[in-house]
């Protein structure tokens, strides 16, 4: 009795080992045949935009004095931006920053009160770039004294991004098919498709205080040039791998 339940023992584990062998032949038979490669896509195009933030600071013993100051030069500017024909809606004002500044008397062991620093800044939405010198040079001439670097965009960003897109699967397709080719198979539908894009602005004009001022108003317009932004775009494509017939 012990040798027959040893001989069936042996019988069903080599079923078993048996229909294991084939359901992984089966496996293996039903895995699809994929083949995975990357796209890359870029467009150029000229920014039509700018963001420019124009700053004003000043320092006095009164602080009535020097947000006198201050605002004076904020109305000239406002001034300036509605000769230069700039939609009001795209111009705004922050808030009054006031900071009053001491000094340290190490013999008093107490601090004194010196003067006031008083900031406000002015914030453009540009849309017509050749006008971007003139307000630059001229809002310098007003009293401007601190000016952040122009932030170039453009009003088809949306457009411009989903347009690499579409350059980046082309590639991945050709990408595709010169691989297959070379395996002796052909591409066929695709399974799965990861992207995403990128934004790389061009460089933004050195358009110091010391220059600008060294120039006339129309020449620092003119010799201003927005440079080419850049929409770049990767994908990961994986498509069917199809074997050719003989």
Do not use: H
């Amino acid at each position: 009795m012990r040798f027959r339940t040893l001989q069936l023992g042996t019988a069903t584990a080599a079923l078993c080992a048996l229909l294991a062998t084939a359901n992984v032949a089966a496996a293996e038979a039903e895995r699809p045949r994929t083949i995975s490669v990357s796209g890359q896509g870029e467009i150029q195009a000229e920014p039509d935009r700018a963001w420019v933030t124009l700053g004003v600071e000043a320092r006095k013993p009164k602080m009535e004095e020097a947000r006198a100051e201050v605002q004076k030069t904020v109305d000239a500017v406002l001034k300036l931006t509605r000769d230069l024909k700039i939609d009001q809606k795209y111009v705004r004002t922050t808030r009054v920053n006031i900071q009053p500044e001491y000094n340290w008397d190490n013999n008093a062991r107490e601090r004194n009160l010196i003067g006031y620093f008083v900031s406000r800044q002015i914030e453009v939405e540009l849309r017509d770039l050749e006008k971007l010198g003139q307000l630059l040079e001229k809002s310098f001439d007003q009293g401007v004294n601190q000016v952040g670097d122009p932030r170039l965009d453009s009003s088809k960003r949306r457009d411009l991004e989903r347009e690499a897109l579409a350059k980046a699967v082309a590639d991945a397709k050709l990408n595709a098919e010169a691989v297959a080719k070379a395996a002796g198979a052909r591409v066929g539908a695709p399974r799965t498709i990861s992207a995403s894009s990128g934004f790389v602005p061009p460089p933004v004009p050195m358009m110091k205080v010391q220059a600008m001022r060294a120039e006339a108003a129309d020449s620092a317009a003119g010799s201003y040039q927005s440079g080419q932004m850049g929409f770049n775009a990767t994908v990961q494509v994986e498509y069917d791998l199809i074997p050719t017939t003989p």
